[in-house]
């Protein structure tokens, strides 16, 4: 394979605190990558040319190979460049389940933070999109009542982030010791979005000091090397290179996924978005990669998390 089919692209906007969680882990391993700028709301004919429907951000592309999901992004990254490890202590199992906590119920509580606290400032269409995304059908009654509870979400956020400043306050560098680890990223993007675009965030972080000169550190790592890339660019690049992953089987798959069934897949969540459709070339225990065919740009592998997806069986 040349260079530029080795190429990391990611595909993501500034202000995404989940992709800052991915850019901060190109930081840790160190690594040059090429950034396509997305719009932050649907349509993004450009992105789901090449992912087949999945909108979220951030995407990561290699070639023809597209990885939905930063858990997906960070097992993939993890694999290709091994070294410096995103788990630098023996608890790779315990810090996955960690992650899911994270992703899930901790980041659930930070977005009720910053869009319940904008309130009626929120742009509508914005609110609409990331309203119907994270909050489902009744989001407008539920953007009120973030709005209404946000002293008791605060105290939600509060508890958690006390026992990560607790934990560095042996003046450990990162929350696993001295090497920065996945979980780094994953907790560090949620303290990013909030002190970032909660107007009340930098207040209530300021309580932290072991976990602000953490939130430094973990600055400080930066981005890796970055460099930007069109997304013509980056369309054109799938359509040069052809899908790596090879057909595999899990004799334990639970719902008997086998390489050649058609098969859609969605996020597990009421965020009303369209599910990907496609072949399965590989279905493991974390991973499932589909191939699909995309006109003018021919063959692309799609792979997502087993974790948090839904795999339906169409044919
Ligand atoms: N579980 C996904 C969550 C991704 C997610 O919700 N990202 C937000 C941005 S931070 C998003 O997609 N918002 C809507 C959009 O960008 O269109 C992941 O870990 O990648």
């Not at 410096?84 to 960690?98: D, V």
């Amino acid at each position: 394979m040349n260079d530029a089919a080795n190429e990391i692209i990611l595909h993501n906007y500034p202000q995404s605190p989940v992709a800052e969680k991915a850019r901060v882990a190109l930081g840790i391993k160190g690594l040059a990558w090429r950034s396509v700028e997305i719009p932050r709301l649907t349509p993004k004919p450009m992105l789901t040319k090449l992912t087949g429907g999945y909108r979220r951000t951030p995407v990561m592309q290699i070639g023809a190979d597209i990885y939905c999901d930063s858990q997906c992004i960070l097992r993939e990254l993890e694999h290709r460049h091994p070294s410096p490890s995103f788990f630098p202590t023996a608890e790779a199992g315990m810090m996955w389940w960690l992650s899911r906590w994270t992703d899930g119920a901790l980041f659930d509580l930070t977005v009720k933070v910053v869009l319940g606290s904008a309130g009626d400032a929120l742009p509508k269409d914005f609110a609409q999109d990331r309203g119907r995304l994270y909050l489902g059908e009744n989001w407008a009654d539920g953007l009120r009542a973030a709005n209404a509870a946000l002293p008791h979400l605060a105290a939600q956020l509060r508890a958690p982030l006390s026992w990560a400043n607790d934990q560095l306050s042996d003046n450990r560098k990162f929350l696993l010791g001295d090497n920065p680890a996945a979980i780094d990223a994953q907790l560090y993007h949620l303290t990013w979005f909030l002190r970032g675009r909660w107007d009340q965030g930098p207040k209530f972080l300021s309580e932290f000091k072991y976990l602000e000169r953490w939130e430094n550190t973990v600055h400080a790592i930066g981005h890796g090397t970055m460099t930007d890339l069109s997304p013509e660019d980056a369309i054109e690049r799938a359509a040069s290179c052809t899908p790596c992953t090879l057909p595999a089987t899990d004799p334990f798959d639970p719902q008997g996924l086998t390489p050649g069934m058609q098969v859609t897949v969605s996020p597990d969540l009421n965020g009303g978005e369209q599910p990907v459709e496609g072949e399965i070339v590989s279905a493991t225990v974390d991973t499932i990669s589909i191939l699909r065919h995309e006109t003018d740009v021919g063959a692309i592998g799609v792979h997502f998390p087993r974790a948090g997806y839904r795999v339906d069986i169409t044919g």
